[in-house]
């Protein structure tokens, strides 16, 4: 039998907050050198102790990690805008950039690029924090010296004058009373600021009312959800225009854009549902907090209006960059990660143009090499011709050809692209199909004609060729489905069949062809009536009406080369 029993000393160890046994001693001198030793050792604990005891729980020696401040870090990029001024840096490219650079800065800050930008206190904070300004530039200046014919350093300090420039306006405007948006309301303080600004620091200033009252709210959902209430509520067009340089530096927030996702199933639908958003269609997200339902539900109702392009651009821009990585659209099926490869290439090329541009095209080729798993110039040119068998519509597939001639890829793609695009083109037998009105068709067959016109990837016989045959199809499309003689209905009022016929000559509807001349013969038939102007306005009794159709018939024809 014993007459004592012996003390235990237990060494325990915290992780994520809760505490665990690792070892046991009987000596507290022995105990205390094992759990420091075992502090050094574990990276993954947070502090550790010596209880004498569960029961007792009488702690005897205890010492937390010390936390190591891990410098913040600025990641490499492979292209920037080359910006020629200081005004070029509050651009939605530049900003585009920015946000990427300095995201964990940002996301700590709780602030977006535009409000640091216009408020001189936060820029010198920016500008005193580590080293990240230097490394930024340093970032931006390796990737520009090509494009300026300079070399880093040069290109280094060129920027730097840049963001010394607008530190120094941001410095300038901070001792300016500007109207307090809390105080006036946001209608006013664009009132103010209208009245008294100089023309050329009127957009500046109304950034920096903005930005002083958003700075304020630290948080990304806060941000969001004042800047669309502006929007929402204001009349003031000098205000609404720059809002949406605000909403598009808070969609670059990762975490902000997680939580309007919600629990998508997959990235597939995550990048659907970016694109659903980009295109003003709002559908409630599985897993979506309310406020973030009626959030987005806000966002897509302005993101219809088109007053957000860079908005736009950014949900994009983050379409375009998960593309180009090798991450699954898909949870292991390959089936269903061309299954959901071939939606996003059905919502991104389109009849009017790739959505996301020449970007959006390369991520599409990039997706595809990731499916082939080919890499090099040789999956580059195979990527280019798997899209193309899964574009939706003739029309569609050449704007996506002229986009990658238009890309960086196009020098290791050799004539793959071309080759597609006259033969697609030359192949063609009607102009359109699907949803839209004649206008809508015809500017969409346009735009490609222009593309082509102006598409750096294509030898100028080429060019030449395709548009020719664009022109031809455009003729076909009028004369056999009667387009002109749609738009001159008789039973209209003349001043209604004028303007479509005019509106049918404007460039980004119809180039300059056989197509056109049919409808310019149309116009000037009209405008030979000895008392056109007179009969333009009959029926209109309100002189105040009568004035304002004129003076559109005259823009419409001076705009359409009539005069």
């Given at each position: 039998?014993?007459?004592?029993?012996?003390?235990?000393?237990?060494?325990?160890?915290?992780?994520?907050?809760?505490?665990?046994?690792?070892?046991?001693?009987?000596?507290?001198?022995?105990?205390?050198?094992?759990?420091?030793?075992?502090?050094?050792?574990?990276?993954?604990?947070?502090?550790?102790?010596?209880?004498?005891?569960?029961?007792?729980?009488?702690?005897?020696?205890?010492?937390?990690?010390?936390?190591?401040?891990?410098?913040?870090?600025?990641?490499?990029?492979?292209?920037?805008?080359?910006?020629?001024?200081?005004?070029?840096?509050?651009?939605?490219?530049?900003?585009?950039?920015?946000?990427?650079?300095?995201?964990?800065?940002?996301?700590?800050?709780?602030?977006?690029?535009?409000?640091?930008?216009?408020?001189?206190?936060?820029?010198?904070?920016?500008?005193?924090?580590?080293?990240?300004?230097?490394?930024?530039?340093?970032?931006?200046?390796?990737?520009?010296?090509?494009?300026?014919?300079?070399?880093?350093?040069?290109?280094?300090?060129?920027?730097?004058?840049?963001?010394?420039?607008?530190?120094k306006r941001a410095n300038e405007a901070d001792k300016l009373?500007?109207?307090?948006?809390?105080?006036?309301?946001?209608?006013?303080?664009?009132?103010?600021?209208?009245?008294?600004?100089?023309?050329?620091?009127?957009?500046?200033?109304?950034?920096?009312?903005?930005?002083?009252?958003?700075?304020?709210?630290?948080?990304?959902?806060?941000?969001?959800?004042?800047?669309?209430?502006?929007?929402?509520?204001?009349?003031?067009?000098?205000?609404?225009?720059?809002?949406?340089?605000?909403?598009?530096?808070?969609?670059?927030?990762?975490?902000?854009?997680?939580?309007?996702?919600?629990?998508?199933?997959?990235?597939?639908?995550?990048?659907?549902?970016?694109?659903?958003?980009?295109?003003?269609?709002?559908?409630?997200?599985?897993?979506?907090?309310?406020?973030?339902?009626?959030?987005?539900?806000?966002?897509?109702?302005?993101?219809?209006?088109?007053?957000?392009?860079?908005?736009?651009?950014?949900?994009?821009?983050?379409?375009?960059?998960?593309?180009?990585?090798?991450?699954?659209?898909?949870?292991?099926?390959?089936?269903?990660?061309?299954?959901?490869?071939?939606?996003?290439?059905?919502?991104?090329?389109?009849?009017?143009?790739?959505?996301?541009?020449?970007?959006?095209?390369?991520?599409?080729?990039?997706?595809?090499?990731?499916?082939?798993?080919?890499?090099?110039?040789?999956?580059?040119?195979?990527?280019?011709?798997?899209?193309?068998?899964?574009?939706?519509?003739?029309?569609?597939n050449a704007h996506y050809l002229t986009a990658i001639l238009?890309?960086?890829?196009?020098?290791?793609?050799?004539?793959?692209?071309?080759?597609?695009?006259?033969?697609?083109?030359?192949?063609?037998?009607?102009?359109?199909?699907?949803?839209?009105?004649?206008?809508?068709?015809?500017?969409?067959?346009?735009?490609?004609?222009?593309?082509?016109?102006?598409?750096?990837?294509?030898?100028?016989?080429?060019?030449?060729?395709?548009?020719?045959?664009?022109?031809?199809?455009?003729?076909?499309?009028?004369?056999?489905?009667?387009?002109?003689?749609?738009?001159?209905?008789?039973?209209?009022?003349?001043?209604?069949?004028?303007?479509l016929l005019m509106q049918m000559c404007m460039p980004d509807?119809?180039?300059?062809?056989?197509?056109?001349?049919?409808?310019?013969?149309?116009?000037?038939?009209?405008?030979?009536?000895?008392?056109?102007?007179?009969?333009?306005?009959?029926?209109?009794?309100?002189?105040?009406?009568?004035?304002?159709?004129?003076?559109?018939?005259?823009?419409?024809?001076?705009?359409?080369?009539?005069?």
């Amino acid at each position: 039998m014993f007459l004592f029993r012996q003390k235990t000393y237990e060494i325990q160890a915290s992780r994520k907050g809760r505490w665990t046994i690792e070892q046991t001693s009987h000596d507290p001198a022995e105990a205390e050198a094992a759990a420091k030793a075992l502090l050094n050792k574990l990276k993954d604990i947070e502090a550790i102790r010596v209880v004498l005891d569960s029961a007792s729980e009488k702690v005897l020696f205890e010492q937390k990690k010390p936390q190591t401040k891990q410098p913040l870090v600025v990641p490499q990029i492979e292209e920037a805008p080359v910006c020629a001024q200081p005004d070029d840096l509050y651009g939605p490219q530049s900003r585009k950039i920015v946000n990427r650079l300095f995201r964990q800065y940002l996301d700590k800050a709780l602030l977006t690029p535009t409000e640091i930008m216009h408020n001189g206190r936060e820029m010198k904070r920016v500008m005193d924090f580590e080293s990240i300004v230097q490394t930024a530039i340093d970032r931006v200046a390796r990737v520009q010296k090509g494009a300026e014919g300079q070399d880093a350093k040069k290109r280094g300090d060129a920027l730097w004058g840049m963001v010394n420039g607008i530190s120094k306006r941001a410095n300038e405007a901070d001792k300016l009373k500007l109207p307090n948006i809390r105080e006036v309301g946001f209608d006013e303080a664009v009132k103010f600021v209208t009245k008294t600004a100089k023309p050329e620091e009127l957009k500046f200033l109304l950034r920096c009312v903005f930005a002083r009252e958003l700075s304020q709210t630290r948080s990304w959902y806060g941000k969001l959800t004042q800047v669309l209430e502006w929007s929402n509520t204001s009349s003031e067009a000098a205000g609404l225009v720059l809002l949406d340089d605000f909403v598009s530096d808070t969609l670059a927030s990762g975490s902000m854009i997680a939580d309007i996702l919600g629990s998508p199933v997959n990235l597939a639908s995550a990048l659907l549902k970016l694109l659903d958003i980009a295109d003003g269609e709002y559908r409630p997200a599985k897993g979506q907090s309310p406020e973030m339902a009626g959030l987005e539900e806000m966002l897509c109702k302005l993101m219809k209006t088109g007053r957000l392009p860079a908005s736009r651009d950014f949900l994009l821009e983050r379409v375009r960059s998960e593309l180009r990585t090798t991450n699954l659209l898909s949870k292991n099926d390959t089936g269903a990660e061309i299954e959901r490869f071939c939606e996003i290439i059905d919502r991104v090329l389109l009849d009017g143009g790739v959505a996301g541009g020449i970007g959006m095209a390369e991520a599409l080729v990039a997706r595809a090499t990731v499916i082939l798993n080919v890499g090099g110039a040789v999956g580059q040119r195979e990527g280019v011709v798997w899209v193309l068998r899964r574009g939706p519509t003739p029309l569609a597939n050449a704007h996506y050809l002229t986009a990658i001639l238009n890309s960086r890829i196009a020098p290791a793609l050799d004539d793959v692209p071309a080759t597609h695009l006259e033969s697609l083109v030359g192949g063609m037998s009607e102009l359109v199909g699907g949803p839209g009105t004649p206008m809508d068709h015809m500017r969409a067959v346009t735009s490609l004609y222009r593309a082509v016109e102006g598409c750096v990837g294509l030898p100028p016989e080429s060019a030449q060729a395709i548009t020719k045959r664009l022109d031809d199809l455009l003729f076909e499309y009028v004369v056999k489905g009667k387009i002109v003689e749609q738009m001159d209905n008789p039973g209209w009022k003349l001043h209604t069949r004028a303007f479509l016929l005019m509106q049918m000559c404007m460039p980004d509807v119809l180039p300059e062809g056989k197509a056109v001349s049919v409808a310019r013969k149309a116009v000037v038939n009209h405008l030979r009536r000895p008392n056109f102007e007179i009969e333009l306005i009959s029926g209109v009794a309100d002189p105040n009406e009568q004035k304002k159709i004129i003076l559109q018939c005259h823009h419409l024809m001076k705009a359409g080369g009539f005069r």
